[in-house]
């Protein structure tokens, strides 16, 4: 029953935020009030305060949906802002690929969950649908022993050290944990990272802020060759 709702959840969010890009609406008004506390439990004084605060800095087309779709639990804005950064993607229905990618289940070789639990990060997090635009056999080859390198190489080049609104890296040009630059164009409220567009940037988690793209980004060294 628990599989069921988590695949209810993401169909929602998906087909949430597909409709809120073809419509180019903008979310940015709409967040502080689209996600209530994840808590059943009846609300104390502080609940509205705090939701605020969770939500002050997001900033994309798709938050409004993702809040809609995933208003209270661990994988809402409110939910995620309880744990650290890969706990909390492997809570978010939008990341169950990424999840799998960073904590060994693609290749055994390449597990970052205590490396990025560990310290503070701003995350560009591709959505289960920028890896489904992958082909078939890139991944199969990036899940083998000789793909470990490559692997991590991509992933880490998605991370950036310490945490950083849409504001701060909007126009910037970021060095990433991977060692190369990462260019972020756009304004706060519609950003790109490299050439993926922002669905949702801003997502805080206990040790790092998230943004949800709809691309997976490839390091410049690997576009030359």
Known sequence: MRTMKRVAAATAVVSA???T?????DSSKADASASPSQSSAAPSSSAPAAMNDVAANLAGPGCAAYAKAVPKGTGSVAGMAADPVAVAAGNNPLLKTLTAAVSGKVNPKVNLVDTLNGSDFTVFAPVDSAFAKIPKAT???LSTPAGAK???TILTYHVVAGQMTPRQIAGKTLKTVEGENLKISGSPDKLKAQKANVICGGVKTANATVYLIDAVMTPPSMMKK
């Open 150 to 152: 490559t692997l991590t």
């Open 139 to 141: 991944l199969k080859t």
């Open 17 to 19: 935020l597909t409709m």
């Open 21 to 25: 890009a073809a419509c180019g609406s």
